[in-house]
């Protein structure tokens, strides 16, 4: 297993992973285009996958402009074994080494994202979006929980 920044070359694997899923799919995989997952990774933030046996099956990618999660999707058979937690923390470390802006994300309600979010030590500050439950990392509160 390796994580590594993502390149444009992996975005038809980021997309397989999206599109893999089982919670917080989505109504329509033509939404999120390839055009807009190189301009997430490139201009306005960047991106990180985990590889394993040349196959992306994680990445996450994060919004310097809206100061947003963008993305965080592990596929289902590699789920609980620490990979989405690597690439949140390698994700979080970047982003506030480039800003000191607190960072959102929405989530659906009930899901396992939920629960690591929050004990990842996100604040729930209101909706987003379709019911989706909108959390917020501070820089504070990530140094803090990065030293204890």
């Given at each position: 297993?390796?994580?590594?920044?993502?390149?444009?070359?992996?975005?038809?694997?980021?997309?397989?992973?999206?599109?893999?899923?089982?919670?917080?799919?989505?109504?329509?995989?033509?939404?999120?285009?390839?055009?807009?997952?190189?301009?997430?990774m490139t201009n306005r933030g960047k991106g990180w996958v985990c590889v394993v046996d040349d196959r992306v099956?994680?990445?996450?990618?994060?919004?310097?402009?809206?100061?947003?999660?963008?993305a965080l999707f592990v596929r289902p058979e590699f789920e609980q074994q620490g990979i989405g937690r690597q690439l949140h923390d390698?994700?979080?470390?970047w982003y506030f080494e480039q800003t000191q802006a607190p960072v959102w994300l929405g989530t659906a309600p009930g899901t396992r994202a939920e629960v690591f979010y929050r004990k990842s030590g996100w604040t729930e500050i209101g909706t987003h979006g379709k019911g989706e439950i909108k959390f917020e990392m501070t820089e504070t509160v990530w140094k803090?929980?990065?030293?204890?």
């Open positions: 297993m390796k994580i590594r920044e993502a390149e444009i070359t992996d975005i038809e694997q980021i997309q397989a992973v999206r599109n893999a899923v089982k919670e917080n799919t989505l109504s329509d995989p033509a939404l999120v285009t390839d055009q807009d997952c190189e301009d997430y099956v994680g990445f996450s990618i994060v919004d310097l402009q809206d100061n947003n999660i963008w390698i994700m979080l470390d803090n929980r990065n030293t204890t």
